[in-house]
């Protein structure tokens, strides 16, 4: 903007108009789309990537490490900021420790009213104070942003505000609040063991639920049964998280293959994080298609859903040579 010369109403044009097309993808399949498109492993990788670059500005303020020409990065001095810094991480860890929300909020609290104390920070005039709109409240330039030499910034901007979103996002979204059921006692958490465990015909899993919950739902509901190797085996998978999270990964990998080949034949598959995915077969019918399978053998199921159409298919990933002679029975039949 700056070599550009562009007056900072345009810029805040810019914005503008970078909001508006982040708004409508957001409101639209778009950005789920893309957040499917993009590898699993790379997903993660963009939310530890959020997070390191939040840690190097922390560090950054904080005096531990400055930039340097020749390495980009060297250590700093240690003063006073590293040594809030400290404080401000061991308050935050003892606060969640404990399970207190507000362990971040009250950890900033403390260190900033330290320096104030201290004489490195100097504390504001007033607590509230009313916002001044005489600057550049309403002062952006909408149709001067809309210029063909100014596109490339407002799709840098929505770019970087669709990634910083997902990459929070996807931070967030596997982080387990059963934690939080001693403090809730309408909240229920529950996790099915199904085919990453190897146990989907068991119909097995369990709940963190608060004792009075669980007392509610044993006596108004008829008990499942359950027998003792099926127990045994669902205990006995716990124990060995780290193979479950490679079969997870392994059944995906096999699901994305599957989903790739189909597409390669012209069928259309919507993206899914589980070991089954919809495909639409269309102009096919599904149904004819299912029974024309189940007669060499491989079973799938057809949702005849009449709002979908005619054409759907639910796919279920099996290993890869079942996988394989599915798709040379479809290759005939299609």
Not at 37 to 62: D, H, V
Not at 115 to 128: K, N
Request: aromatic content about 6%.
């Amino acid at each position: 903007m700056l070599q550009q010369q562009v007056p900072w109403q345009v810029a805040l044009g810019i914005v503008f108009w970078g909001g508006v097309l982040f708004l409508i993808v957001s409101i639209t399949p778009i950005r789920e789309q893309i957040a499917m498109a993009i590898p699993p492993g790379l997903r993660i990788a963009t939310a530890a990537g959020i997070g390191l670059l939040l840690t190097l500005i922390g560090l950054r303020n904080a005096g531990l490490v400055e930039s340097d020409p020749v390495t980009l990065l060297r250590l700093g001095t240690l003063d006073h900021r590293a040594a809030l810094l400290l404080a401000g991480i061991l308050i935050a860890v003892a606060l969640m420790r404990r399970q207190n929300p507000l362990a971040f909020l009250a950890s900033i609290f403390a260190v900033t009213a330290a320096a104030w104390m201290l004489g490195y920070a100097t504390p504001p005039d007033g607590i509230v104070s009313a916002p001044d709109f005489s600057s550049v409240f309403l002062k952006l330039d909408v149709l001067g942003a809309l210029r063909l030499a100014l596109l490339p910034a407002i799709v840098t901007i929505l770019v970087t505000d669709l990634f910083d979103s997902l990459s929070t996002f996807i931070g967030v979204a596997g982080v387990s609040v059963a934690h939080l059921v001693p403090r809730h006692h309408n909240l229920l958490v529950t996790r099915t063991l199904s085919k990453a465990h190897s146990l989907a015909g068991f119909r097995v899993g369990y709940a963190v639920l608060p004792e009075a919950l669980a007392d509610d739902l044993n006596a108004n509901n008829d008990a499942y049964p359950l027998a003792r190797p099926s127990q045994a085996a669902a205990l006995a998978t716990l124990q060995h998280e780290d193979k479950i999270r490679a079969r997870i990964a392994e059944l995906r990998a096999w699901t994305g293959e599957l989903a790739a080949e189909l597409r390669a034949l012209g069928v259309r598959t919507f993206s899914s994080e589980t070991y089954f995915f919809l495909a639409d077969f269309a102009p096919r019918d599904a149904g004819e298609l299912a029974v024309q399978l189940k007669a060499r053998g491989i079973m799938v199921k057809p949702l005849a859903n009449r709002r979908l159409g005619p054409g759907y298919m639910r796919v279920t990933t099996s290993l890869p040579a079942d996988n394989a002679r599915f798709l040379v029975a479809l290759r005939d039949l299609l």
